[in-house]
């Protein structure tokens, strides 16, 4: 994970080079969002084109929340090849306006040839429902369970 201010510093940049030459494409570049280091488009741009210069693959975390917006995932489609949708920010909304959300965004991951992980998957049911799909991803505390917690009826 790599936070948007974090690239303001040489130091960063030494280390991901060093990561890239002893670990090549085995690492990825999450970018997170935290909405008090918003920067400009243009230094996101610019910062991010250097990952990719660099040879990462990147994603982008928490896709609809801050600034980590359709806007800002649609201006970055030609770099970015992952993203990640938690479903954190739906815990107080009930389960059909999650999931409509879901489908968007895996429709608009689907569209764009992206890998669409859903983070946050913390019962059977939501796990259930999203198995199987090749270009979702699950992460959460439910698979912490063991698949042999899946696989009971």
């Not at 008090?36 to 990719?52: A, C």
């Not at 689907?110 to 939501?126: A, C, D, M, P, W």
């Amino acid at each position: 994970n790599l936070e948007p201010c974090q690239m303001k510093f040489e130091s960063i940049w030494r280390f991901l080079e060093e990561i890239r030459e002893v670990y090549h494409d085995h690492v990825a570049i999450e970018i997170t969002e935290r909405r008090e280091t918003i920067h400009s488009l243009d230094y996101l741009d610019r910062e991010i084109q250097r990952l990719k210069k660099m040879g990462f693959e990147l994603a982008i975390d928490d896709v609809c929340a801050g600034s980590n917006s359709y806007a800002f995932i649609k201006r970055r489609l030609k770099v970015v090849s992952r993203i990640k949708l938690s479903l954190l920010l739906f815990k107080d909304e009930d389960y059909e306006i999650m999931i409509s959300f879901v489908n968007a965004w895996l429709t608009f991951a689907k569209k764009y040839h992206l890998t669409f992980v859903i983070e946050g998957i913390s019962n059977r049911q939501l796990a259930k429902k999203f198995a199987g799909n090749p270009i979702i991803l699950q992460q959460g505390f439910y698979w912490g369970k063991g698949t042999a917690y899946f696989n009971e009826e």
